[in-house]
């Protein structure tokens, strides 16, 4: 008897401990987002990343498979997204060209393509938009939209 309520006592510490550690890892895993959310600026991220505006936007995307993401500074999504799309760039380098174009800057070339909510992802194969994502979207959706194009 005395056996089983040790075994049941020491499962219970192991189950508080467990779901500490849980606790702690999400408490840590938010903070490491929030840091890097809270100071998002383009130019920390990967320099493979083209930055965009009016001037050379529709030179940017006349050849090739372009991704575009249309962002603003405020938008906490968008923040969210950046990590995504520098890793896109990171891994399509040469075969296609990811850039950014901040909406609140330059808002000709975003009413041009209809952008009214961000983020707003365009893919453009040469100079002409061929996928459109609005959201965050996982990376793996615009990786395979990529790929598909560049057959």
């Known amino acids: 008897m005395i056996l089983l309520q040790l075994k049941i006592f020491f499962m219970s510490i192991l189950i508080w401990v467990l779901l500490?550690?849980?606790?702690l890892y999400l408490i840590y895993s938010t903070y490491r987002r929030y840091k890097l959310v809270k100071n998002y600026s383009p130019e920390n991220e990967s320099d493979k990343l083209v930055l965009l505006n009016d001037k050379n936007f529709s030179k940017q995307i006349d050849r090739g498979i372009v991704l575009v993401d249309f962002w603003a500074p405020w938008c906490g999504p968008c923040k969210m997204i950046a990590p995504v799309v520098s890793e896109l760039a990171e891994?399509?380098?040469?075969?296609?060209?990811?850039?950014?174009?901040?909406?609140?800057?330059?808002?000709?070339?975003?009413?041009?393509?209809?952008?009214?909510?961000?983020?707003?992802?365009?893919?453009f194969k040469d100079g002409e938009p061929v996928k459109q994502f609005v959201g965050v979207k996982p990376k793996s959706a615009f990786a395979k939209a990529i790929e598909a194009h560049l057959t």
């Open 20 to 23: 500490g550690i849980f606790t």
């Open 91 to 123: 891994q399509f380098e040469g075969k296609a060209r990811i850039g950014k174009l901040n909406v609140d800057e330059n808002k000709v070339t975003a009413a041009e393509y209809g952008v009214r909510s961000i983020p707003t992802l365009i893919l």
